[in-house]
């Protein structure tokens, strides 16, 4: 039997331009009413509800436009149930937008909605400021590769003696050309002396046929690139401060630095990576070195507590978090037996930051390293990488949860322990055929 547990809900349909909001029909002649949403719109909805005895709001989580809503809501102290759309597909009875409203009241008030995961705040704000940042490279990106384009239009083969066209050497050479020098000997003064392209080779590369067209968009695709840079230049002093801000893990200020000591791990910096130090900031933050998992960098690490922030209060098990994630799998067992297993969809950018964990493990040494190679020897590389994740997400976890560190295992501890699971295996197996296993 459905009982009510939330007498006093209400539900908002949030749209672009208009809001429907729906509440008992004995708290108002006018039970479900039309809304703008301009901010005194939304804050005369906020002091409607409010006037109607309603506690709680339902609404789904319609791209960014229920953030304003969200936000003044909480402001008049009213108790949000923030709703993935996607769950409500899987309760029929809903006919048209304008009965939105009204479907989702009826289902806050008999408690069958459930909320989604929102974070604290500060995780908020240094979610957004890493969204950004990330749009920032991906459109810094884009001017790469026209740079590419016009120098591959002149024949310009400056990517066969240099790694990396955005390095030092790279960088100098397009602003020498895109400044309109053409001779292949005068750019070679632009060459690194560490370069292993020897300078016959640079020259070689060099000599080209420059038009001026080209050149013009060079320099151009260039510029922008160069302003990209400083913009994530800016961001990354944003994030700094937002992080300096934030409340540490622990009440104590006595230098997270110094406790966290030096990092086992080495060549992990990344050319998009921030360059003050995160690791110790997201150690301040988190109270735990999440870097020291093998696979996850001080960028990925922070990717993770962006999404999920550090309190594990949320989820009750490791389970529920990985599944929350969608990165368990959702297996259809009929007779006893698995006939399809699947991952459903969860937070992706948390997701693919663990994926992105575990891709680096299949070359990595060391125990976790091991067992995503042998995985990948049996299951798959997509599903070996996804299993790890997995792994990855259950240690986090419990790294947040308990404020524990991680354990590093080297390769040999592993196959001793893989070793001692095959005796064990081996053993149960001949008591079944009520045989022992005799050492040679």
């Known amino acids: ?33 039309r809304f703008g949403t301009y901010t005194d719109d939304v804050h005369a909805l906020a002091k409607w509800l409010i006037g109607c005895g309603i506690k709680t709001v339902a609404m789904e989580s319609t791209g960014v436009y229920w953030i304003p809503v969200y936000v003044i809501l909480l402001q008049y102290g009213l108790e949000v149930c923030l709703v993935n759309a996607r769950h409500l597909k899987n309760v029929p009875g809903r006919k048209s937008d304008v009965k ?32 950004h940042r990330e749009a920032l490279i991906e459109h810094r990106a884009v001017h790469v590769n026209h740079c590419q384009k016009s120098l591959t239009q002149m024949n310009v083969r400056l990517t066969e003696v240099v790694s990396d066209v955005t390095g030092v050497s790279g960088l100098k050479i397009m602003q020498a050309i895109a400044n309109g020098e ?3 000997n005068k750019l070679l003064a632009h060459r690194n002396k560490h370069c292993k392209a020897t300078p016959e080779q640079f020259v070689k590369a060099l000599t080209a046929n420059y038009r001026k067209e080209h050149v013009f968009t060079l320099k151009q695709s260039l510029a922008l690139y160069e302003a990209y840079s400083q913009q994530v230049v800016e961001c990354d002093r944003q994030i700094e401060a937002h992080l300096a801000d934030m409340k540490p893990a622990q009440d104590d200020e006595a230098g997270p630095g110094e406790a966290l000591g030096k990092s086992r ?42 999404e999920i922030g550090s309190d594990m209060s949320k989820w009750k098990t490791s389970k529920h978090f990985s599944s929350w994630l969608g990165l368990s799998p959702k297996n ?8 399809k297993s699947r991952t459903l969809p969860g937070n992706r950018r948390a997701s693919q930051a663990f994926k992105m964990g575990a891709q680096s493990l299949l070359k990595a040494n060391c125990a976790l390293g091991a067992q995503a190679r042998q995985l990948r020897a049996r299951l798959g590389a997509a599903q070996a990488v996804t299993a790890m994740a997995h792994k990855l997400a259950r240690i986090v976890y419990s790294m ?13 501890d592993y196959d001793k322990l893989q070793g001692e699971r095959l005796r064990k295996s081996l053993e149960r197996r001949a008591a079944k055929l009520n045989m022992k296993l005799v050492p040679v």
Request: charged share 25%; net charge negative; proline share 5%.
């Open 1 to 33: 039997m459905i009982s009510i547990v939330n007498p006093d809900a209400a539900g908002i349909d949030i749209g672009a331009e208009e809001l429907y909001v729906s509440v008992p029909p004995d708290r108002d002649e006018r039970p479900v009413r």
């Open 100 to 131: 939105d409203c009204v479907w989702l009241m009826d289902l806050h008030i008999l408690g069958l909605l459930r909320p989604s995961f929102i974070p604290e705040e500060g995780i908020i704000a240094m979610r957004s400021y890493l969204r």
């Open 182 to 184: 053409t001779d292949a």
């Open 265 to 306: 791990k080495t060549n992990t910096h990344s050319k998009n990576a921030p360059d003050y130090d995160l690791r110790s900031a997201l150690y301040r933050l988190t109270g735990v070195d999440l870097t020291e998992i093998d696979g996850l960098h001080a960028s990925t690490a922070q990717v993770i507590v962006s």
């Open 332 to 339: 259809d067992i009929t007779g006893g037996k698995v006939r």
């Open 400 to 412: 947040l949860k308990y404020k524990t560190s991680f354990a590093t295992a080297s390769i040999e």
